[in-house]
């Protein structure tokens, strides 16, 4: 895998050349493809670091194509931001469930743009230079220099984002975390008061660690505020 080498399939030319240029100016290398079959055609022979996957695309759309991502064990493990003109909150989420990391929405800033991509790779290298190697909490490990998380001694498989809030939470245990602060924590920006995005993903990583995911042991919702990793679950 490329260092910071980017995978950005986007159909617009003027967009290519606007993300390609301002991103390589920036120290990235940007490898642009016009639909996704090329895409995962060219992730046979080489791995980026980053995905950036606009959903309206001719062929399969980038909805798909994250989809696919997620499926391959040698991509599954792989940032993807999700690019698209469309708003609402549905396409959003559906973007989060099928395991997108972040989300723009255009038309957006060049400079917001950027600093997502820049915000992406800094938690990338923070998650490398950690000094604690391995949590165990009940029946979930969490080894945070490989980035796994097992269960019973099984292997699960969490998205990017699902890994980073597990990983907050834990080390935070016994703390109540607001949304707002998961937001800005594991999104690195300014969501807009989108708390339904950290939703969508406690409910697919409860669903993972949980033995019920109705009645959680381990992830607590405190009620008006956000969510606690419960503190006598955990131990070092």
Same mark, same amino acid.
């Given at each position: 895998?490329?260092?910071?080498?980017i995978f950005?399939?986007?159909?617009?030319?003027?967009i290519?050349?606007?993300?390609k240029?301002?991103?390589?100016?920036?120290?990235?290398?940007?490898?642009?493809?016009?639909?996704?079959e090329?895409?995962?055609?060219?992730?046979?022979?080489a791995?980026?670091?980053?995905?950036?996957?606009?959903?309206?695309?001719?062929?399969?759309?980038?909805?798909?194509?994250?989809?696919?991502?997620?499926?391959?064990?040698?991509l599954?493990k792989?940032?993807? @931001?999700?690019?698209?003109? &469309?708003?609402?909150?549905? $396409?959003?989420? %559906?973007?989060?469930?099928? *395991?997108? =990391?972040?989300?723009i929405?255009k038309?957006?800033?060049?400079?917001?743009?950027?600093?997502?991509?820049?915000?992406?790779?800094?938690r990338?290298d923070?998650?490398?230079?950690?000094?604690?190697?391995?949590?165990?909490?009940?029946?979930?490990?969490?080894?945070?220099?490989k980035r796994e998380?097992?269960?019973?001694?099984?292997?699960?498989?969490?998205?990017?984002?699902?890994?980073?809030?597990?990983?907050?939470l @834990?080390l935070?245990?016994? &703390?109540?975390?607001?949304? $707002?602060?998961? %937001?800005?924590?594991?999104? *690195?920006? =300014?969501?807009?008061?989108e708390?339904?995005?950290?939703?969508?993903?406690?409910?697919?990583?409860?669903?993972?660690?949980?033995?019920?995911?109705?009645?959680p042991?381990?992830?607590e919702t405190?009620?008006?505020i956000?969510?606690?990793?419960?503190?006598?679950?955990?131990?070092?």
């Open positions: 895998m490329s260092e910071k080498m950005f399939v986007e159909d617009e030319k003027h290519q050349e606007l993300v240029f301002n991103l390589e100016e920036k120290g990235y290398k940007v490898r642009v493809f016009e639909d996704g090329s895409l995962l055609k060219e992730c046979k022979h791995l980026p670091s980053l995905f950036i996957l606009d959903v309206m695309l001719p062929g399969i759309d980038g909805f798909e194509i994250c989809r696919r991502i997620r499926q391959d064990n040698h599954k792989i940032p993807v @931001i999700i690019l698209t003109a &469309k708003g609402e909150e549905f $396409d959003k989420v %559906l973007g989060l469930e099928l *395991g997108a =990391d972040d989300y929405t038309p957006f800033s060049i400079r917001e743009f950027v600093a997502r991509v820049r915000a992406m790779y800094r990338a923070s998650n490398e230079n950690n000094e604690i190697e391995v949590i165990r909490a009940g029946n979930i490990k969490i080894d945070f220099l998380v097992f269960k019973d001694d099984k292997c699960l498989e969490l998205s990017y984002k699902e890994f980073e809030i597990l990983k907050l @834990i935070n245990k016994g &703390k109540v975390l607001s949304r $707002d602060t998961l %937001l800005e924590k594991i999104w *690195g920006f =300014d969501y807009f008061g708390t339904r995005t950290v939703d969508v993903h406690i409910r697919y990583l409860r669903q993972k660690i949980e033995d019920n995911d109705n009645q042991v381990y992830i405190v009620r008006g956000g969510y606690r990793f419960t503190d006598k679950e955990v131990d070092n």
